[in-house]
Nanobody, 126 residues
Framework: QVQLVESGGGLVQAGGSLTLSCAASGLSFSMIDMGWFRQAPGKDREFVAAISWRGGTTSYADSVKGRFTTSRDNAKNTVYLQMNSLKPADTAVYYC???????????????????WGQGTQVTVSS
């Protein structure tokens, strides 16, 4: 059974930092691309970042480029999202997702991911 468990969310002031973790089990993690998405209240889920199975290639939404960094530790079956210079607009539930169907061109499309975590709340106060 595949499980993705996010952690590290919380309340932070604008300009602060948080690091999210997503621990995976039940799949060949080291061979699978991973993605991060977020959903703010009343809005659609949106792409945040993605990372290739070896970690050599990453992709970011324009809204987080230069502030967020995704990385992975395949020995720990864990992917990370380092978030710096947080803004109130970053407030959302953050989800990790695994195993997108198709190539890197599909990374930003949520429906292509086969597995999802339960999400972790990030709240940025002004």
């Amino acid at each position: 059974q595949v499980q993705l468990v996010e952690s590290g969310g919380g309340l932070v002031q604008a300009g602060g930092s948080l690091t999210l973790s997503c621990a995976a089990s039940g799949l060949s993690f080291s061979m699978i691309d991973m993605g991060w998405f977020r959903q703010a209240p009343g809005k659609d889920r949106e792409f945040v970042a993605a990372i290739s199975w070896r970690g050599g290639t990453t992709s970011y939404a324009d809204s987080v480029k230069g502030r967020f960094t995704t990385s992975r530790d395949n020995a720990k079956n864990t992917v990370y999202l380092q978030m710096n210079s947080l803004k109130p607009a970053d407030t959302a539930v953050y989800y990790c997702a695994a195993a997108p169907l198709g190539g890197r061109g599909t990374w930003s499309t949520d429906r292509v991911y086969r597995y999802w975590g339960q999400g972790t709340q990030v709240t940025v106060s002004s």
